[in-house]
């Protein structure tokens, strides 16, 4: 079920769609200029900008400031880069918040909890920022809280398949009476699918144990393991809006399992224990040893520059329903910036479609700005992979967790008797599921776990 916050909080989001409508057919992110005042200071205002990414993904971020400071010499806006995003949330959590930066979606409990940003609903209805139908709908919500929008939507990437054309041949697959995807390589704009046999099949026809190809990598984690569970028809939480628990021993869930992973632990067909302790899952997908990996948008930069890999994207394979997971990325502000209107206004610059396509042109980003994920500047033809197309497709059926304050402890907590899930061959089902629930409860209700008697005030009663 939806949760109610973020139900409330697109309804906000909506009526500001309609509030921010203009006439003249302004594009999502523009804002009417306003003419400096007399009483303007001389000194330009300055600001920081958070963002994190590799050295081009930096430089196209620079790029925009760049421009940005040009067009308005009364700002003076300074990139403060981080590597990853890990670095730039250590960053606000020491107290070091740039006026305006970039934040992951599962970090925004943590950052309204902290009061570290401020809602920006008023300040973009003030600039009248048209959404209209520009942004994603699943971003808007995700960043939905408390009645308001916390920060602006920017990225939006789900999960999808990647796979290597020499490895998956649709062809010579379908020559062998195999089933496969109905795959137009003419029509670029036709957006493909597929299902849980023919992804089975494309594992099986690619793995090739004897030299060292494996058909498939899936991350044994949560995220990893999400979209089959939810396609299949399975829960990942106990409940949407306040979840106490992960929903892994439901009937739903445990039916769900046992349709997937059979193929999802077969050895047969996935990355040795060996293989991947000598290098990571991309390193073997690079060189051509595995046929197909799990990820996101951020990938294709690096498979791009690997001599002689030849790579396209299909979305998740369908088991009951089209279901997948994304990384979501938003522009925040600061709450305790002294340039409140100043740093508004850079962020209405930030998401207009100039500047996102530029950050777009780079490769890494998925834009939550729908007329730039349709455009050339993100689907950028005659590059892989060809079928960038499905990364927009497969938004609409991307499933948005709760809004928790410890994502990452959730993970850590949990990880280990969901490894063993997709690792062991004949797993305990009912036994690791019950585990992964217990754990996941210590930190989605630390109280309601506190409060359980321990075992020697079990036997003094």
Known sequence: MRSKRVVVGLAVVLSLAVAGCTDDGDEPGASQSTQPSATAPVKPVKLQLGVWGGDAEIAAYQGVVDTYNAAHPEVKVKIQP?????ALKQALDAGEVPDVFLA??????DLIDNGVNQPVSDLLDERNVDFGDGYSRPALEAFASDRELQCMPYGVSPMVIYYNRALVDFTKMAERDLPVPNLDEEDLSKKPAWNYAMFEAAANFSSRPRRGIAGFHVQPTLRGLAPFVYSAGGQIFDDDEAPTSLAFSSDDTR???EQVLPL???P????????????????????????????????VPELRATPGLDF???PMPIVDDAATVGELTGV???EDTKETAAAADLLVDLISTESVSTVAEAGYLAPANIPVALSEAFLQPGTMPAHSIVFN???????IPPLLGSYSELEAAVDGPIEQLLTVELPDLDALTDEIDAASQSVLAPDDASEEPSPSEDDSE
């Open 82 to 86: 981080f590597a990853d995003h890990d």
């Open 104 to 109: 992951s979606r599962s970090d925004l409990q």
């Open 255 to 257: 039916s769900a399992l």
């Open 264 to 266: 999802l632990r077969d």
């Open 268 to 299: 047969k067909v996935d990355l040795t224990p060996e293989q991947l302790a000598q290098k990571s899952a991309i390193d073997w997908f690079k060189e051509g040893k595995l046929g197909m990996i799990a990820g996101f948008r951020s990938m």
């Open 312 to 314: 396209d994207v299909m």
């Open 332 to 334: 925040c502000l600061a």
């Open 393 to 399: 497709s497969a938004v609409r059926s991307m499933r």
